[in-house]
Structures are given as structure tokens and as C-alpha cells.
């Protein structure tokens, strides 16, 4: 699922590029370090990517397998989205409210869009809105749980808002991007639910009817087989298989997968999960976003920095200001109490990058999208996952900062409701 560039005559194997995609997996967190934290490793993967890439030294290239580990790794990342969500997020009134909010953002995205370009065609269109109004849930749970707030009221709406900002993008893609009519794609979505219904029905009923296979698995879990995760390499693979073959978004099958493995093992097999990120998060995922870098042409950004700029500022109104007019004024029940946090909870919502890699994709594919607005629409993404969070922390650190002059600590609980915005 990456942007790819034409190919060259001197193409590096397949060999030399894992070698430098791998170095540059090693350098990125080392610099991230170094810079404590000022730039995210994700953000800094791409930017080497981009130095790696046809663009800038070509020193790797995406033949021999490469794209196909990349898009591995793009399934990793969505299944442990998905693996992440809890569905109760997704239900309920706050979870409706998040739903409601992501149609708005996807609506005022769209009207930004068509006032830009109002020649353009409805589905180049509504490939842009997308990816404005999408939320990088995979990529922003590692941010979170570095910042302490994931088991707060504020990590809770990021969940909830993350997750319908990651999930109703995936849909949108798979009904509006496919080529189909509209009733045809929801009638492919409805098969493909139902094929997932299968795929947990199932082993389900053979875990619960059958106590053998589940000491099976448990025994054959530890040494050299690691059955587990081979079994969950396999449901990936099944549903991105089931995705591709009913023309919807490998992306779509890999989310699937993650909350049908939720729902199998995180229970009874909660050590999973660690090897899984092992796999993901070490191997796969880096590879995703290093290759996503390399098909981003910094010349194309360059020409058109007004261009970069604007996709950035359309991302965090359409998206972020949505969520924080929901999150003031639109009562679920569950609303966030202070002023920091919802403007904390606006910017992460506007954090995206994934989804975008995955829309420009199908759009320069489907010829909706010129490859070099696909680039910077990427560069936008990535600035996002830079400024964006980084903007988050800084709200946060001023909430809890006292005043010059003062000697207390002034922390979330002494806001009133007189002070709040």
C-alpha cells in the first residue's frame, strides 16, 4: 500500500534495500531518542524513507518483494489497531457522537475540497475528503501511551474517536473508491462482513465445543512453534485475501482481523499481543512506513509548499475542529471535562498518516489523484504526526504549569466551569 515511483534501470536488489530499509529501522528510535522525543519515530522512518528513495540517493527500491513486506506491514498495523479497539467504543452514545462527528468532518472536508477544486470529479473529490478526515489510531497509540494518557478520560475519547476516524475512512474507501455503484459496494461489504462473521464463528464454536484444541494451542504456544501467531498470520492473510478478492482494501481485511482476534484470544491468550507488537512494531510496520517514504517525491512537496501547508491546515479543521465542537457542546455522557484536553483531544484526532498512504494509493491507482498531490498529501500526513501530537503535549504541559509568580501547581482540578472554553 505505498505510493509507488517509476522504476529505474539501476534498481538496488531486493537485498540491498531490506539492508538499508533495516539500518534505517535501527537509526530512526535511536534519533528519535537523541532528539528526546521531538520527533517521532514514524515521522523520522519517512523522512529517511524519502532519503532512500528514486527522489533523493535511490539506495532501495521496492522490486523483489519489497512492496509485498511493505504491505505486510501495513496489514500488522491495522491489525493491531484493531486488535487495540475495544468495540464497546463504537456503540453507545459516545460512540454514535464520534460516528456523527467523523460523517460532519467527512462532509466539511469534502465542501473544502470542492471549493478548491470545484472541476474536479466527485470520486477524485471524495479521495481527498477521506483523507482529511482521518485519524491515524495505529500510528498514534504509541504516541499516547508515551504521554500517560491512555487509561484517562482523554485516552478513552482518542480511543473512541480514533477508532471510527480509522475505521469509517476504511468503509468509505470500500464503498466509494472501488468503482462499484453504490449498491454494489454495499452489497461486497455485506458479503465480506459476513465472511468475517464466518472467520470468528467458527473457531469459536471449536474452542468452545472442543476443550482439546484449546490445550493444543496452549501447549504448542511456547519453543519453536509459536503456534499462536502462526494462527494469527494466517486470519490476516485469509481476510486480506477475502478483502482483495471482493475488490475492497486489503486494509479493511486487516482491521477485521484485529477484532476478530480480539474477540478469540485477548482473554484467554493476553501474551499474544506482546508478540505480535514484536512482530509488528520491530519488523513490519517499519518497513511499511520507510517504504511509504521512499514514494514520496520531495521535489513535487517543494513545488507546491502552499499546496503542503493547506492539506495540513484543512486536516486539523475538518477533523480536529469537528471533534472539539462534538466533544464542547454535543453532551454523551462521557464528555471531556477541562479545556486542555479537549483541545489535547482535537489535535490527536487530527493526527493521521496510514490511511492517507492507503487513499492516495487507491486514488493514483484508480487515476484520480496525480502522483505528485499524492506526495504531498503524504508529506501533509506526516506533518501531522510531527506538529500535531507535539502541539498536544504542549497544551497539556501549560495545563499543569503554574503561573509566573505563583507557588501551587495548577493541575486539571483546579479548572471551574467559569474557566472552561
Not at 24 to 41: E, F, K, Q, Y
Not at 296 to 325: H, K, N, Y
Amino acid at each position: 500500500m505505498t505510493i509507488r515511483a517509476a522504476s529505474v534501470d539501476t534498481d538496488p536488489s531486493a537485498i540491498v534495500s531490506l539492508f538499508w530499509i533495516a539500518a534505517t529501522a535501527v537509526v530512526a528510535p535511536l534519533l528519535s531518542r537523541l532528539l528526546r522525543g521531538a520527533i517521532p519515530d514514524v515521522v523520522l522512518l519517512l523522512l529517511l524513507g524519502v532519503a532512500l528513495g528514486p527522489h533523493a540517493l535511490a539506495l532501495a527500491g521496492t522490486a523483489g518483494g519489497v512492496d509485498l513486506l511493505s504491505e505486510l506491514g501495513l496489514g500488522m498495523l491495522f491489525l493491531l489497531a484493531g486488535y487495540e479497539l475495544d468495540p464497546k467504543l463504537l456503540g453507545g452514545k459516545p460512540g454514535r457522537t464520534a460516528w456523527v462527528t467523523w460523517l460532519v468532518g467527512l462532509v466539511l472536508a469534502l465542501g473544502l475540497v470542492w471549493l478548491a477544486a470545484p472541476d474536479a470529479g466527485f470520486t477524485a473529490l471524495i479521495a481527498v475528503a477521506i483523507a482529511l478526515s482521518s485519524t491515524a489510531l495505529g500510528t498514534l497509540l504509541p504516541i499516547v501511551k508515551e504521554d500517560g494518557v491512555l487509561d484517562q478520560p482523554l485516552g478513552r475519547a482518542v480511543l473512541a474517536h480514533g477508532a471510527v476516524g480509522e475505521l469509517g475512512p476504511v468503509l468509505a474507501i470500500s464503498i466509494l473508491l472501488t468503482g462499484h455503484n453504490l449498491l454494489a459496494s454495499l452489497v461486497v461489504l455485506l458479503l465480506f462482513a459476513a465472511a468475517a462473521g464466518v472467520l470468528l464463528w467458527v473457531p469459536q464454536r471449536i474452542l468452545d465445543r472442543h476443550a482439546g484444541a484449546e490445550r493444543l494451542i496452549a501447549t504448542l504456544a511456547t519453543g519453536t512453534t509459536r503456534l499462536p501467531v502462526r494462527l494469527v498470520f494466517l486470519l490476516l492473510l485469509i481476510l486480506m485475501t477475502v478483502a482483495e478478492v471482493f475488490d475492497l482494501d486489503v486494509v479493511l481485511g486487516a482491521f477485521a482481523a484485529g477484532l476478530i482476534l480480539r474477540r478469540l484470544v485477548a482473554e484467554t491468550h493476553p501474551g499474544i499481543q506482546d508478540s505480535l507488537e514484536t512482530i509488528g512494531y520491530g519488523l513490519l510496520i517499519p518497513i511499511f512506513f520507510v517504504v511509504s517514504g521512499m514514494g514520496i517525491d520531495p521535489a513535487a512537496v517543494a513545488d507546491e509548499p502552499l499546496m503542503w501547508v493547506l492539506f495540513v491546515l484543512a486536516i486539523g479543521f475538518a477533523r480536529g475542529s469537528t471533534v472539539w465542537f462534538s466533544e464542547r457542546f454535543v453532551p454523551h455522557g462521557a464528555n471531556l471535562e477541562f479545556p486542555h484536553e479537549r483541545v489535547q483531544l482535537a489535535l490527536y484526532a487530527a493526527t493521521g498518516l496510514p490511511i492517507i498512504v492507503a487513499v492516495t494509493q487507491v486514488a493514483v491507482r484508480g487515476e484520480l489523484m496525480t502522483a505528485n498531490m499524492a506526495s504531498t498529501l503524504v508529506a501533509a500526513g506526516a506533518t501531522t504526526v510531527l506538529v500535531f501530537p507535539l502541539a498536544a503535549k504542549w497544551v497539556r504541559g501549560r495545563a499543569t504549569t503554574p503561573p509566573p509568580g505563583t507557588g501551587t501547581r495548577q493541575g486539571p482540578a483546579r479548572y471551574t466551569p467559569e474557566n472552561q472554553g
